[in-house]
C-alpha cells in the first residue's frame, strides 16, 4: 500500500511561542493519529523548523518541512535558505512549487526543477505542487496545464528520483477559498497524473507516488476526499493551523486505513 500522507502547511502564520503550542496540542494526540501506513507532515515557516523538529523527534510518524528552498547550497544569495541548511535543522521535507510561490515570487518551472533537484541532492522530499487557476479550468485546459507542470519539472528525474517525490495537486481555485475539489474532480485529476506518471516512468513506479490533494481540505470533506482511490492524503492549509480540525483531519485518514 501506498504511504498515506496528511501535511500541514502553515504558511506565514505562527511565532516560535505559538508554534509550540500548535504542535504541543497536536502531540496530545499522538497516541490515536499513528498507523503503520501514515506520515504527518507539518510544514511550519523556516524560524521554527529546527523547534518543530526537536518537538517532534520522538515522534518517528512526524515529519518536519520547509516551505521552500532556494536552489544554491551556499554562496551571497541574501535572505534564502539552502536545502543543506533545513536537512540541518532536522527537517527532511521542503514543499516546493507552491501556488503562492508561483503567482507571488514568480517561480516557474526551470526554477522549480533547480530547487527539486539541489532539494534531492541534500536528502530532502520535495513535496512538489501542481494545479490549474479557475480559468485554465473554465477553458479546459487544465490536464495541459497539469502535464505542461509535471512535464517541465520531475519529468526530468531519473527513476531513482522520482520514486523521492511527493506530488501535490493543488487546484489554485480551491485553495483559501473554502471552496475544494469534489472528490470526482480531485479522483479524476489524481488518475490522470497518475497515468502521467506511468508513461513517462513506469506502472509500479507510478503506484508507489503519494498524489496528495490540497485545497480547503476541512474536517467535514476529508473522509470522502480521502476514500479516493488515488488520493493518498492531503496538504493541508488554514484547517492545519486549529489543532482540532487537524487533528480531525488525520483521524478521517486513520479511520479510512483502519477499515482496509
Ligand atoms: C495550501 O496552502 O496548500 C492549501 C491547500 O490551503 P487551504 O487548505 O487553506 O486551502
Redo the contacts with the bound molecule.
Keep these: 500500500m501506498r504511504t498515506k500522507i496528511i501535511a500541514g ?1 502553515w ?1 506565514m502564520n505562527k511565532t516560535v511561542q505559538e508554534g509550540i503550542v500548535l504542535i504541543e496540542e497536536i502531540l496530545k494526540s499522538a497516541g490515536k493519529l499513528q498507523h503503520e501506513n501514515l506520515q504527518i507532515i507539518l510544514a511550519p515557516p523556516f524560524p521554527l523548523l529546527g523547534m518543530a523538529s526537536a518537538l517532534t523527534s520522538d515522534y518517528r510518524f512526524i515529519s518536519i518541512s520547509a516551505q521552500n528552498c532556494y536552489y544554491k547550497n551556499n554562496g551571497a544569495f541574501t535572505g534564502e535558505v539552502s536545502p543543506a541548511m533545513i536537512k540541518s535543522t532536522g527537517a527532511n521535507h521542503v514543499i516546493i512549487g ?1 501556488s503562492e510561490r508561483r503567482m507571488y515570487f514568480h517561480e516557474d518551472n526551470s526554477l522549480l526543477s533547480e530547487k527539486i533537484k539541489v532539494a534531492l541532492q541534500n536528502g530532502l522530499t520535495p513535496v512538489y505542487c501542481c494545479g490549474e487557476t479557475l480559468s485554465e479550468r473554465n477553458e479546459a485546459s487544465h490536464y495541459d496545464i497539469i502535464k505542461n507542470q509535471l512535464e517541465e519539472t520531475i519529468f526530468s528525474l531519473d527513476e531513482e528520483e522520482i520514486i523521492k517525490i511527493v506530488i501535490a495537486y ?1 487546484p489554485v481555485w ?3 477559498t473554502g471552496v475544494n475539489a469534489t472528490p470526482e474532480q480531485a479522483q479524476e485529476m489524481h488518475r490522470f497524473i497518475r497515468t502521467q506518471v506511468a508513461l513517462k516512468f513506469k506502472d509500479d513506479i507510478a503506484e508507489k507516488i503519494p498524489i496528495l490533494y ?4 476541512k474536517p467535514e470533506n476529508a473522509y470522502s476526499l480521502f476514500s479516493c482511490t488515488d488520493i493518498d492524503g492531503g ?5 492545519s493551523l486549529n489543532s482540532n480540525d487537524f487533528v480531525a483531519i488525520i483521524n478521517s485518514m486513520v479511520e479510512i486505513l483502519r477499515k482496509k
Design positions: 502547511n504558511k507552491h493543488e480551491a485553495i483559501g490540497g485545497g480547503s481540505v496538504l493541508i492549509g488554514g484547517a
